[in-house]
Structures are given as C-alpha cells and as structure tokens.
C-alpha cells in the first residue's frame, strides 16, 4: 500500500510512470437540472422522465425497475439501461456517461451503452460503439447548449475521473407517506415548493420562545432525520429542511408582533404535518406580493447601515460602510465597464456573472492521480457530536442562502436554551447528518438544495464581484467536518499550501518571502495571480485527486461537489450553475482547493528541483524566488502544467521583483510579466526595497486617515458605536500591516497624529486635542485605565517581532522546503504565552512610568479605572437586544466620570450651591440621586438572584427585634432596622441568605484617606458587617453578606464573592457556561451602575413647581373641540 506522503513526494514520477493510457473513456460531465440524457439543461426542480424508461405503473412490487445502483425507484429522474446487463440506472448515480454519449443517446434512440461493469468486460465493444458515433456526437454537440454557454466546438479526449459511484439507499420515495401526500407527489410538491420560495424576499420572523418555537424545531429535527436515517423521505428531507423556515417564519405584515406570530406558526405547523403544501406557498406568495421591493443598499446610505449593523453586534459588515469599502448591489441588467488587458469593455452584469462562472472543462491524463487509496475508517467522524455543531453555529455569521434563515436565525434554534431539549436534539441531528455526509456516497439529486446559493453581485468600482451566500446549516456542517479534518488537511497540504487552516499562514509566508528576497543569492522574486482562479478550478480532476491527497474530507467534497451548484440571483428570477471550481459559501471550499492544487504544486517543484528555486501558495496566489533562469523554467512549468488542474496563471495580473541592476535582462526572459525592481504588494503586506516600502506603506496610511476621518465624523453622533467600530474593525486594518511589514514606526506617526486630533476630540466631544498627559493614558489598554488607543509608532515594530516569533516554526518549514508540516502545538502555545507576558510588560512600563508623572488624585482614578470589571462597559460590544447601548450624552460622560475630567455643557453651580465638578455631582444628596445608585443595584441583585433559583427573594425585610439580646458595640439595634435583600438556598439548601448594599464614591475625601484600594473596600466591608453580622448570625440565624461597590465599577472582595455564587447557581439552572453567565452578570451590573451614576451627574436638582393641571378621569379627550375646527 502507497502511504499519503509518497503520493505527495512522487507526483512527478506518477505522471511519468504511473499514468497509463487508458481506453477512449469519456469523464462525467455535469447533468441538466432534469437528469434526461441530451435534454437542455433547463435549470428547473420539474420530474422529467425518460420516455425510454419501463412503465412502472406506480407498481410497488415491481423490483425489477429499481435503479440498480441506488434501488431506487427510476421515475424519480432520468435513467438509461446498460446494452450489456440489461440492467437500468439513474443518470445520476452512474459516473461514466460523458457529454458527448448523453448527445448520442439523445439523438439515436439505439445506441449503445454500457455499465461499468460491463464497459471492463467487453472493452472492445466499447470502444467500437464509442468510435461509430463520434461524429453524430460532435454534431449534436454543437447545436446543443450546456448550461451557461453554448458549446462552439467539439470536445474530445476526454479522460475517465474515478469518483466513487453513489451508495445504496433503503429508502423508496414511491412508499412514502407524508400527511395526505404520498409517494411522487410529495417529491413533485416539494420541488414545486422550493422553486417558490427560493424567489422570495427574505421576511422571516424570529422563532418563538415557548411551545409553537419547540414544535418548529422538532419538525426540523424530524426532517433532518428523515435524511439521516435513509428513509423513504430521504429524496426530499434535505429539500423540505430548507423550505420549512421560508413557509412557516413568514412574517404576515410588516408591524407583526410575537403573539401574531406564534398563532399564525401554530396554524402553518398544522398544515405542513398534513402535508398542505399548496395552502402554505399561497399564503406565502400572498405576503410576498405585498412586500414593498427593498432598498438596494447604497452608498450615501452609509453612516445608516453602520449603526443598524453596529446595534446588531455585526462589526465586520458594519466596517465595510467605512472609508472605501462601501458597495452597493448591481441590476443584472446595468452594463458595468472593466479594464482588460488596457482596454475598457462594456458588458452587461448578467453576462459578466456567467463569463466568471464557465463550463466544465474534461479532465486530462497526465492531471490524474494513480494508485492505491487509503482506507478512512468511519470512526474518526464519530466526534462530530452535538456539542460541536453548537459550538460551530455560534461561530458562523453572515447572510442567509436561498432558504432565508441567516446565521442568527441558526444560532437561535441551535443555541439557545430557551428551547431545551429540542435544540439539543436538532444539533444531534445534524451531527448524525454530518457523520453521513462525511463517510456516504450521497445521491447528488438528493442535496440539490442544501449546495444551493444565492449570488449577488457587488460594484466592484470598477467591474462586477460576484458574492456566493450558501445556506447556514451547510456553512456549519462544513465548519464542523473541517475541525474534525482539519490535522489531516494540514499533513496534506502543508507547509508549501498555507491556506488550509494554518494558525498565521499568511504572515509565514510573508516572512518567508522577504527572507527570500534578503537573500544576496536570490535575483527575483515572481507574484503570480490566476485568472477567475477559484471558478475556474477542474472540479472533476479534483473529486478525483482529493480521495489521494485527503481521503479523509473526499466523501464530503464529492457530495457537495458532484453535480452543479445552482446560483440564486438576489432579487431576481435569474439563476446560474457553478459548475468549476469552488462554490462561495462553503466552509469546505478552502480546503478542497488547497488539497485540488497540491498535485500542481508538488510537479512543478519536481521539474524545478535542480534549479534552487523556492515556492509558497496562498490559495491561488503563488510565489517563488530564485535566479532569473530557475525562476524562468518555474513559470514556464505552471503555465504548462496549471491548466489541466484549472489554474490559469495572468500574465497581466503576475509581478517579477528583480534586484537592482537585473530589469533590463529580466524584461528580455519575461516579455509578458510585469516587472519591478522597487518592489509590489504581497498578501497585504510588501516585498521589496525601502524605498518601495516606504511608498507603500505612506499610501497606506493617508488611506487609513481618510477612513479615521470617516470615523471620527460618525463619533461626533454616535461615541460608543464609533469606538467599537474603531477597537473591533478599523484597528485591525493597520495591525495586520504592523505585523507584517518592518521598520514603519516612523511612517505610523501621521496616523498617530490624526487618531489625537479627529478622534479621540470626536469621542470626548471636545473641540480641542487631548493632553500629552491624557494621551498616553489612552494608549493603555482598558484593563489597565486606557481605551486601547495605542501609539502605533511605539507598537508597530514590537508586534513585527510578535509575529516573526509566533509563525517562526512555519516560516522555517517554508524557507527549506519540507514535504510535510507538523505543528508543535505546545512549542506554539509557549510562545504565544511568552509573546502575552511581554506585550504585558511594556504596558506596565509604561504605565509606570505615566503614573510617577501623576497627581495622586488622577492615580487613585487610573487606578480604579484599572479595576477588574471597570472597563466591561468600554470592551462590550453596543448591541441593542441585551441593553448595552449608551446615547451621545451618556457615553462622553462615562468617559468623564472614567477620567474625572469636567462635563461638557453642565451648569457650573449645583443647586445646594457648590462648584457643579463631577465629584460632588457624585456626593451631593439633592434630588435622592444617591438613593437611586442605591436601590436601582439592589433591585438588579434581588432580580439576579430570583433568575438563579432562590426562594423568598424580597427587598428591604424588617429584622427580628433583639429583645434584649446582648450585641457587639456599633451594632444596629433599633427595631425597625432592616437590610436591602433576604433570600433562601444562596449558600445552602433553605437557608437564609441577607445581604447589604452600598455604592461609595472613591474620590470623596473620607475616601482619599486610605492607602490604597483594597484598605477602603475593607473598611466599609468591615463597617457594614459591625451593624449587621452579630445581630443576624445570633438573632435571624443567617448569613449577612456586604455588597460593597464603587461608582466606578469596581466592587469589593465579599461582593465579588457573591457574584461567583451567583453565577455559578445560575449556570446550573439556565444550562449555561459558567464564564458566559459571569461575563453576563459583570456587564449587567456594570451598565446599570453606569446608568444611574450617569443619572446623578445630569439629573434635575431643583425645586418641583406644581402646575396646575386638569383632572384627566373626567375628561372625553375625544370630545375636544380643537378636533372639530375645520382648518
């Protein structure tokens, strides 16, 4: 048996030796939507059966006219019987019936064909009946439209794929039963569907808590497992999972409520049990034909879609309407104008979008792998379980595919444990489907529309960006296969491929390419882009190819790749195939091109062996150094070669860095490459010299400036959304740079510069440049008192290092040219831990420093800035659902009270009389603010803790008398004291719990008098317990806990205690994670304490004038005489 790593370090010798020619066979080609041999490929979900098929008669006995392959029954798609056997199939399910035999069975009733089986045992006839209608074929051929073009001239030599036929099935789609449906007309009444739905709007409502939720999730469950246990609905399970949600989550108007939509859920589940298809799809089109056409997102809309998608906690998208990035969504029937090759071509969006998706190209000989395969046992799958398709969901985000369900629709269903068992059953569900997808050949008529996608197509500015949306539930059923996989695709592809999941591939290989190019003996470098590169890709040859290379992933790839995707076109009735190549929306699809190329890569480094050069990929992008002559021959080998795989190398789009000196000699070896000895971009990143360097990175930066600006103009409406957008987003743009690119601290001051002066004014809301002082506090991260506004000319260089130390181990495997990679993952996980001890470091030097310079007042609010839990309110993400949006006023006063600067446009005299500063704001007693902070934290505990399963939870209850009890001096032992909260099994089972609360002020003078911190929280823990402890441990028989907080977020040790507690009683109740609910509950009472301290800080202080008003009991407002005066 040949291993794995012989067929990747032999592929030269395999094309040489190991490809024997083989008969005139012909490779599967993609079948109509129909499956009837020679029929137009009418992209349409109709049952179309072959006239030449037996009469079955609905005949459930008729064994004999079963599919030999499936046993399926024949009438459920196009079927052709074998002149050998006599036997009979589904097109589908046999893989050696090419174009050219589907042209000559179309148009010649009589010609024969032949099995598998049969074909090895009668080649020569075969070969004769191949032979005698070659040139009825090529005729029929060319008047005979494939599926996104016309086919203009006679294919020939086609090359036989070895894909794996598809499994037998114990279901029977005649036998089924569904409601009053039963056998075809259920397949005919789902498809009829699915074409409906699939041109709807998108107008889903969330699913609903309680009963009729839970009843939705158990008919997806049961539609799920009608696929997995092969059942008699096995046809159509896949199909009716995606026409479920769009026929029953249809919103019935625009201003619907959760009431309406749980009657009108109850109604729909009733009818889709029966089966009433048609009642569901009327009522449906009705909703649909009354939909107002949506808005096409535009541009000058940008600011509104920013904070609609900020407020859903959707940073990324969010991003996209910053700066340059923003798009909008062509009419496929505009003509857009793209640059080719220097001239400017005009052409309709709808052709554009066919041009990029093309037909299938046959295989060729010499592309294809040879040999034995290795035996994948099905038990590595069993750790898809249904904790992991949980954990994936909540992973996914984006859009949704054509069903209409998007990511958060998924995670509700899976996720959320307001449904319990149910959600846990359908995550079990769709592991079991997972684990069938993974180790089953499928019937690809059965996954029709689970590889469906929905296509839109983006301005590109200039030109057209085709967008692939897949379905969710195939985005985390592929996330799941793939982390399964996921060390079998790395031994498969890496390190020379660093595309596949390999933790900084792309940084590796940037550092791998400039050391390359540092290399006094290296004299280029060549860039190379592939043209339409992950469209383009020979699906056929790589079905093939994979079950060598990964054998462990080729069981999915092959069902989800088999037959052509179908291209929903947003808000039109158009659709397209993907029929090459990889399908968009598929978290598999990096993985399978990766693997597809590793054939290519491994001839084209065979060929060049003796020449010294290096090679790196990223996906489709390509690079190799070396001398002029060696790196000459490499790229003569990948054009060559690349075109059997689908890899078409762009001369136009392919850049030659050459050392200084070598340009004029490299144009003459290179006539048709662009070529530089300045140096080009790289994977976002540069090669070349200095001063390109240079150029690049100070073009960089006046874009990154632009798009601060653009920022910092949304913060002066909306701080907190800005801010987000800035740490989650805009951040990220340059800190990819920084680790990447060397020596561009000095270039990074402009940015410097342009974050003090618009930004940070925008966020504070003041109209001048923060202090040198103030400055370098922000530049700490939050958790140590700043707002993680870094000074990237301090940081740039130090994070380069970062990144060359973290991906060392890769870069090196990439510079020598190993076959194979293994990760050391504890090696990774030391370095990663030193790299976090060290950023650490130089922020607590820095931080030291900062504060030697400080007044002890502005250290006492550094520090309690600093406190654990302080900051939550700044690194939350202002998502509106969970109540963590803060208005314009309230967020440039949290920062206020942060750094205990003066608030802007407040009174400069409280009302008692003082100096309106914000520490006496915080003091002051006029207006009862104080009893707000108060009460409104100890509302929230009692509320809390009533949510984590404690009885007789009650606020402000009397304390027994004393009765003459001896107590401790400086206890309370007046009759009528009483605490804030009492509640019963906090600690132990019906015990009796009683807690106090008290919200002080860190910067009132009877608070400066500590040392530190941690002595002024003990003193008031220890002041609390002397009134209450004795007295209720001798006289109540409880326990009393103080619940000491700070207006600035910070909270005491016998607080933090309770908050564990707290925390860890309702991760058992509410089925949650520990650290989830203990994050939940810091921001919870970090919000609400911020809302109130901010309340005291604007809150009315005056007298209350009472106006005189009428009685509004005894008044008919519908009688008011203003109403009946005609203007």
Same mark, same amino acid.
């Given at each position: 048996?040949?291993?794995?790593?012989?067929?990747?370090?032999?592929?030269?010798?395999?094309?040489?030796?190991?490809?024997?020619?083989?008969?005139?066979?012909?490779?599967?080609?993609?079948?109509?939507?129909?499956?009837?041999?020679?029929?137009?490929?009418?992209?349409?979900?109709?049952?179309?059966?072959?006239?030449?098929?037996?009469?079955?008669?609905?005949?459930?006995?008729?064994?004999?006219?079963?599919?030999?392959?499936?046993?399926?029954?024949?009438?459920?798609?196009?079927?052709?019987?074998?002149?050998?056997?006599?036997?009979?199939?589904?097109?589908?399910?046999?893989?050696?019936?090419?174009?050219?035999?589907?042209?000559?069975?179309?148009?010649?009733?009589?010609?024969?064909?032949?099995?598998?089986?049969?074909?090895?045992?009668?080649?020569?006839?075969?070969?004769?009946?191949?032979?005698?209608?070659?040139?009825?074929?090529?005729?029929?051929?060319?008047?005979?439209?494939?599926?996104?073009?016309?086919?203009?001239?006679?294919?020939?030599?086609?090359?036989?794929?070895?894909?794996?036929?598809?499994?037998?099935?114990?279901?029977?789609? /005649?036998?089924? $039963?569904?409601?009053?449906?039963?056998? #075809?007309?259920? &397949?005919?009444? @789902?498809? !009829? *569907?699915?074409?409906? =739905?699939?041109?709807?709007?998108?107008?889903?409502?969330?699913?609903?808590?309680?009963?009729?939720?839970?009843?939705?999730?158990?008919?997806?469950?049961?539609?799920?497992?009608?696929?997995?246990?092969?059942?008699?609905?096995?046809?159509?399970?896949?199909?009716?999972?995606?026409?479920?949600?769009?026929?029953?989550?249809?919103?019935?108007?625009?201003?619907?409520?959760?009431?309406?939509?749980?009657?009108?859920?109850?109604?729909?589940?009733?009818?889709?049990?029966?089966?009433?298809?048609?009642?569901?799809?009327?009522?449906?089109?009705?909703?649909?034909?009354?939909?107002?056409?949506?808005?096409?997102?535009? /541009?000058?809309? $940008?600011?509104?879609?920013?904070?609609? #998608?900020?407020? &859903?906690?959707? @940073?990324? !998208? *969010?991003?996209?309407? =910053?700066?340059?990035?923003?798009?909008?969504?062509?009419?496929?029937?505009?003509?857009?104008?793209?640059?080719?090759?220097?001239?400017?071509?005009?052409?309709?969006?709808?052709?554009?979008?066919?041009?990029?998706?093309?037909?299938?190209?046959?295989?060729?000989?010499?592309?294809?792998?040879?040999?034995?395969?290795?035996?994948?046992?099905?038990?590595?799958?069993?750790?898809?379980?249904?904790?992991?398709?949980?954990?994936?969901?909540?992973?996914?985000?984006?859009?949704?595919?054509?069903?209409?369900?998007?990511?958060?629709?998924?995670?509700?269903?899976?996720?959320?444990?307001?449904?319990?068992?149910?959600?846990?059953?359908?995550?079990?569900?769709?592991?079991?489907?997972?684990?069938? &997808?993974?180790?089953?050949?499928?019937?690809?008529?059965?996954?029709?529309?689970?590889?469906?996608?929905?296509?839109?197509?983006?301005?590109?500015?200039?030109?057209?960006?085709?967008?692939?949306?897949?379905?969710?539930?195939?985005?985390?059923?592929?996330?799941?296969?793939?982390?399964?996989?996921?060390?079998?695709?790395?031994?498969?592809?890496?390190?020379?491929?660093?595309?596949?999941?390999?933790?900084?591939?792309?940084?590796?290989?940037?550092?791998?390419?400039?050391?390359?190019?540092?290399?006094?003996?290296?004299?280029?470098?060549?860039?190379?882009?592939?043209?339409?590169?992950?469209?383009?890709?020979?699906?056929?040859?790589?079905?093939?190819?994979?079950?060598?290379?990964?054998?462990?992933?080729?069981?999915?790839?092959?069902?989800?790749?088999?037959?052509?995707?179908?291209?929903?076109?947003?808000?039109?009735?158009?659709?397209?195939?993907?029929?090459?190549?990889?399908?968009?929306?598929?978290?598999?699809?990096?993985?399978?091109?990766?693997?597809?190329?590793?054939?290519?890569?491994?001839?084209?480094?065979?060929?060049?062996?003796?020449?010294?050069?290096?090679?790196?990929?990223?996906?489709?992008?390509?690079?190799?150094?070396?001398?002029?002559?060696?790196?000459?021959?490499?790229?003569?080998?990948?054009?060559?070669?690349?075109?059997?795989?689908?890899?078409?190398?762009?001369?136009?789009?392919?850049?030659?860095?050459?050392?200084?000196?070598?340009?004029?000699?490299?144009?003459?070896?290179?006539?048709?490459?662009?070529?530089?000895?300045?140096?080009?971009?790289?994977?976002?990143?540069?090669?070349?010299?200095?001063?390109?360097?240079?150029?690049?990175?100070?073009?960089?930066?006046?874009?990154?400036?632009?798009?601060?600006?653009?920022?910092?103009?949304?913060?002066?409406?909306?701080?907190?959304?800005?801010?987000?957008?800035?740490?989650?987003?805009?951040?990220?743009?340059?800190?990819?740079?920084?680790?990447?690119?060397?020596?561009?601290?000095?270039?990074?001051?402009?940015?410097?510069?342009?974050?003090?002066?618009?930004?940070?004014?925008?966020?504070?809301?003041?109209?001048?440049?923060?202090?040198?002082?103030?400055?370098?506090?922000?530049?700490?991260?939050?958790?140590?008192?700043?707002?993680?506004?870094?000074?990237?000319?301090?940081?740039?260089?130090?994070?380069?290092?970062?990144?060359?130390?973290?991906?060392?181990?890769?870069?090196?495997?990439?510079?020598?040219?190993?076959?194979?990679?293994?990760?050391?993952?504890?090696?990774?996980?030391?370095?990663?831990?030193?790299?976090?001890?060290?950023?650490?470091?130089?922020?607590?030097?820095?931080?030291?420093?900062?504060?030697?310079?400080?007044?002890?007042?502005?250290?006492?609010?550094?520090?309690?800035?600093?406190?654990?839990?302080?900051?939550?309110?700044?690194?939350?993400?202002?998502?509106?659902?969970?109540?963590?949006?803060?208005?314009?006023?309230?967020?440039?006063?949290?920062?206020?009270?942060?750094?205990?600067?003066?608030?802007?446009?407040?009174?400069?005299?409280?009302?008692?009389?003082?100096?309106?500063?914000?520490?006496?704001?915080?003091?002051?007693?006029?207006?009862?603010?104080?009893?707000?902070?108060?009460?409104?934290?100890?509302?929230?505990?009692?509320?809390?803790?009533?949510?984590?399963?404690?009885?007789?939870?009650?606020?402000?209850?009397?304390?027994?008398?004393?009765?003459?009890?001896?107590?401790?001096?400086?206890?309370?032992?007046?009759?009528?004291?009483?605490?804030?909260?009492?509640?019963?099994?906090?600690?132990?089972?019906?015990?009796?719990?009683?807690?106090?609360?008290?919200?002080?002020?860190?910067?009132?003078?009877?608070?400066?008098?500590?040392?530190?911190?941690?002595?002024?929280?003990?003193?008031?823990?220890?002041?609390?317990?002397?009134?209450?402890?004795?007295?209720?441990?001798?006289?109540?028989?409880?326990?009393?806990?103080?619940?000491?907080?700070?207006?600035?977020?910070?909270?005491?040790?016998?607080?933090?205690?309770?908050?564990?507690?707290?925390?860890?009683?309702?991760?058992?109740?509410?089925?949650?994670?520990?650290?989830?609910?203990?994050?939940?509950?810091?921001?919870?009472?970090?919000?609400?304490?911020?809302?109130?301290?901010?309340?005291?800080?604007?809150?009315?202080?005056?007298?209350?004038?009472?106006?005189?008003?009428?009685?509004?009991?005894?008044?008919?407002?519908?009688?008011?005489?203003?109403?009946?005066?005609?203007?």
């Amino acid at each position: 048996m040949q291993t794995r790593a012989q067929h990747r370090a032999t592929a030269a010798e395999l094309n040489e030796v190991s490809y024997k020619p083989t008969e005139e066979l012909f490779v599967e080609l993609p079948l109509s939507k129909s499956g009837n041999i020679g029929e137009d490929p009418e992209r349409t979900q109709e049952i179309n059966v072959d006239h030449d098929a037996p009469d079955v008669e609905n005949d459930e006995e008729n064994d004999p006219w079963l599919c030999f392959a499936c046993k399926e029954d024949l009438w459920s798609s196009g079927s052709v019987g074998c002149d050998g056997c006599s036997e009979w199939f589904h097109v589908g399910c046999v893989c050696n019936i090419s174009e050219e035999q589907r042209a000559i069975l179309a148009s010649d009733e009589e010609s024969p064909w032949f099995c598998s089986d049969c074909k090895d045992r009668t080649p020569s006839l075969l070969s004769q009946a191949l032979t005698e209608g070659r040139d009825k074929a090529n005729d029929v051929l060319l008047s005979t439209p494939k599926s996104n073009s016309d086919l203009t001239e006679p294919v020939t030599n086609y090359v036989e794929c070895n894909i794996p036929p598809v499994g037998t099935s114990n279901g029977d789609i /005649a036998k089924a $039963k569904w409601g009053k449906l039963r056998g #075809l007309d259920i &397949l005919s009444g @789902v498809n !009829a *569907a699915y074409k409906k =739905v699939v041109k709807w709007q998108r107008n889903i409502f969330q699913v609903p808590s309680g009963k009729a939720g839970k009843a939705f999730i158990e008919e997806l469950t049961k539609a799920v497992n009608y696929f997995t246990a092969s059942s008699n609905l096995e046809a159509v399970a896949m199909t009716m999972t995606m026409i479920l949600p769009p026929l029953l989550l249809q919103k019935p108007s625009k201003n619907s409520k959760s009431k309406d939509h749980v009657l009108h859920l109850e109604k729909r589940l009733e009818w889709w049990r029966n089966g009433d298809l048609d009642l569901l799809v009327k009522e449906g089109d009705a909703i649909q034909k009354r939909l107002l056409r949506r808005k096409v997102s535009r /541009a000058d809309n $940008k600011e509104k879609m920013f904070i609609r #998608l900020m407020l &859903l906690g959707k @940073v990324s !998208a *969010a991003m996209r309407w =910053v700066g340059e990035h923003s798009t909008s969504v062509l009419d496929i029937n505009s003509v857009t104008e793209t640059v080719v090759d220097g001239r400017v071509v005009k052409q309709k969006v709808i052709d554009t979008l066919k041009e990029k998706h093309p037909d299938p190209e046959p295989s060729q000989e010499d592309s294809l792998l040879q040999g034995p395969k290795d035996k994948v046992e099905d038990v590595i799958y069993q750790n898809i379980e249904g904790e992991l398709i949980e954990r994936c969901a909540k992973q996914i985000s984006g859009s949704a595919g054509p069903s209409g369900l998007d990511s958060d629709g998924w995670k509700r269903i899976l996720c959320s444990k307001q449904f319990g068992p149910a959600s846990r059953e359908l995550c079990n569900a769709i592991a079991d489907l997972s684990r069938r &997808l993974s180790s089953h050949y499928i019937n690809p008529h059965y996954l029709h529309a689970y590889i469906a996608c929905r296509l839109v197509p983006l301005d590109k500015k200039p030109g057209v960006r085709p967008v692939g949306i897949g379905e969710v539930l195939r985005r985390i059923i592929g996330k799941a296969i793939m982390l399964v996989t996921k060390n079998d695709i790395l031994n498969a592809t890496a390190p020379l491929q660093v595309c596949a999941g390999l933790s900084g591939g792309a940084e590796a290989a940037i550092h791998a390419i400039r050391s390359m190019y540092e290399d006094d003996k290296i004299e280029a470098i060549i860039l190379v882009d592939a043209d339409n590169a992950f469209n383009r890709l020979n699906r056929q040859t790589a079905l093939h190819n994979i079950q060598y290379i990964c054998p462990e992933i080729a069981p999915y790839i092959v069902n989800t790749y088999r037959t052509p995707a179908r291209l929903f076109i947003s808000n039109t009735d158009e659709e397209i195939l993907s029929q090459e190549g990889v399908t968009q929306g598929d978290n598999s699809a990096m993985a399978k091109y990766s693997c597809s190329l590793m054939p290519l890569i491994n001839i084209v480094a065979m060929k060049c062996a003796d020449n010294n050069t290096k090679q790196v990929w990223y996906a489709d992008d390509a690079a190799s150094s070396g001398k002029l002559n060696g790196i000459k021959q490499w790229w003569d080998q990948l054009q060559q070669n690349g075109p059997m795989f689908g890899y078409f190398p762009k001369p136009s789009k392919t850049w030659l860095i050459v050392k200084p000196g070598l340009k004029e000699r490299a144009a003459k070896l290179f006539p048709d490459v662009k070529i530089t000895d300045e140096g080009h971009k790289y994977l976002g990143s540069f090669i070349g010299t200095p001063e390109g360097m240079d150029n690049f990175i100070n073009n960089k930066v006046s874009d990154w400036m632009k798009e601060v600006d653009d920022i910092s103009d949304i913060a002066k409406r909306e701080p907190q959304l800005a801010y987000s957008g800035y740490i989650y987003g805009l951040s990220k743009r340059w800190n990819y740079v920084c680790r990447t690119t060397p020596g561009i601290s000095y270039q990074m001051k402009r940015l410097d510069y342009k974050i003090r002066e618009s930004f940070i004014p925008a966020i504070l809301n003041r109209a001048y440049s923060c202090t040198d002082v103030n400055r370098r506090i922000f530049a700490l991260p939050a958790r140590d008192g700043g707002l993680s506004l870094y000074n990237l000319s301090e940081t740039s260089d130090m994070e380069y290092q970062f990144s060359c130390q973290a991906t060392s181990g890769l870069t090196e495997a990439i510079l020598n040219e190993h076959t194979e990679y293994h990760e050391d993952f504890q090696r990774t996980k030391d370095i990663k831990e030193q790299i976090t001890k060290t950023r650490k470091q130089f922020f607590k030097c820095k931080r030291d420093e900062l504060v030697s310079e400080l007044s002890p007042a502005q250290k006492l609010q550094l520090d309690l800035a600093s406190e654990k839990g302080a900051s939550s309110w700044l690194t939350t993400l202002p998502v509106k659902e969970f109540g963590y949006v803060l208005n314009k006023q309230e967020f440039n006063d949290a920062l206020a009270l942060r750094y205990n600067m003066n608030m802007k446009d407040a009174p400069r005299q409280c009302f008692c009389g003082e100096t309106n500063t914000v520490n006496h704001l915080l003091m002051c007693k006029t207006g009862g603010y104080v009893h707000l902070r108060h009460d409104s934290l100890r509302d929230v505990f009692a509320e809390l803790m009533r949510n984590a399963g404690c009885k007789d939870v009650h606020t402000e209850p009397n304390l027994l008398k004393t009765d003459g009890v001896q107590l401790p001096a400086g206890s309370n032992t007046k009759d009528d004291a009483r605490v804030d909260i009492s509640a019963r099994s906090f600690w132990n089972p019906l015990e009796r719990a009683l807690f106090d609360v008290r919200v002080l002020h860190p910067q009132a003078p009877s608070n400066r008098s500590h040392k530190d911190i941690p002595s002024m929280y003990q003193h008031h823990e220890n002041e609390k317990k002397r009134h209450y402890n004795a007295r209720i441990l001798q006289i109540e028989k409880a326990t009393f806990s103080p619940l000491v907080f700070t207006t600035t977020g910070g909270m005491a040790p016998e607080a933090q205690k309770v908050l564990k507690r707290l925390a860890e009683k309702t991760s058992r109740r509410k089925n949650q994670r520990y650290c989830d609910v203990m994050t939940f509950l810091r921001r919870r009472l970090r919000f609400d304490l911020l809302r109130t301290t901010i309340i005291s800080l604007r809150g009315y202080r005056g007298k209350v004038h009472q106006l005189s008003s009428a009685n509004i009991d005894g008044l008919d407002l519908n009688l008011d005489p203003t109403d009946q005066v005609q203007m």
